[in-house]
């Protein structure tokens, strides 16, 4: 199937359907909230009656999206659930939300993404990697379903438009990323005042959990890879949330000679300790990191990419040299 027969296909789903249910991955980033929510909004516009599941766990979300609010959000399967068309916004593999009721068989799930490695998980799937983001698909939607891009909608949509290109910067960034940032700063986006919100006016206890990874800096390979490390100690010490960490690694892509920035830090939740989160960033085009995160159970792009990880940090640095190597 083509993407515009996919497209097709969802848009007729969506015209269809009357009860829906949006969710998205966990650890939800600027792509997936704004997605989730420019698209209930954009449901809402066509009358539909639109919920959106996240997990309680998530809140409070990263402290830069302090500003989105929640209106029609659950924590909890809905009563009617069976009876709900569910989309996963810009989740690459249903494992990323980890919860039973969604992965039933029964459920019919449209799944719109623009993750290269999407498992194409769906019962109808619109996985186009060419997109920048998961937000550019649903403006594309929008467009096809007649919706007025509100300021609000625009909004959402330039939150994760701006952070997955990481602020226009990052390979994604398209003719059609530009053209869709000049219609959602035409249709109402404050474009500096969410560079505020997003990137700037953060508590401090941020800048110190960042002045810690930059003393433990290390580098391999002549700088190919460069690494931190952040221990539980880091965040107790500073204070700082997991969230905190979100933006660290991008500090250490800046280093010269770096084809690979990766962070890790170890998990805070008390369930979750000997774990470790790694965080995974290409430079250049030289290396993709969705291959190195798939060795460790997870996934992503081919410039950024995550997973999460028994190894130790030693076992790790090793995996990811190695394989750092392998491709160059
Ligand atoms: P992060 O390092 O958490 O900012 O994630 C970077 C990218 O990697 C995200 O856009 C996700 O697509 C992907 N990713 C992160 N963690 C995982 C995971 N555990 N499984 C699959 N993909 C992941
Ligand atoms: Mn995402
Ligand atoms: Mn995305």
Redesign the pocket.
Known sequence: MTVSTEVDAVVEEIRQAQKLLLTTHE?P?GDALGSLLGMHWILQQLGKDSLMYMSPDEFPLPYEYRFFTFDDLVGAPPDDVNDRVVIFLDC??ID?MPVDFLQRDGIHILNVDH?HDNTRFGTVNLVWPEASCTAEIVFGLAKELGVEITPKIAHALYVGLVTDTGKFMYENTTPAAHRMAADLIDAGVDAHGVYRRLFEDLPFRRLQLLSRALEKLARYDDGAVTLAALTRADFEETGALETDSEGI?DHLRSVEHTKVAVLVRELLADDRRGLSKV?LRATDGSVDVSVI?RELG????RQ?????TELSLDQLVELIRAKVAAQR
């Open positions: 650890n980033d690459g593999n990323r993750h690694v965080s995160a997870g996934g992503g792009h950024a990419a995550g997973a999460t």
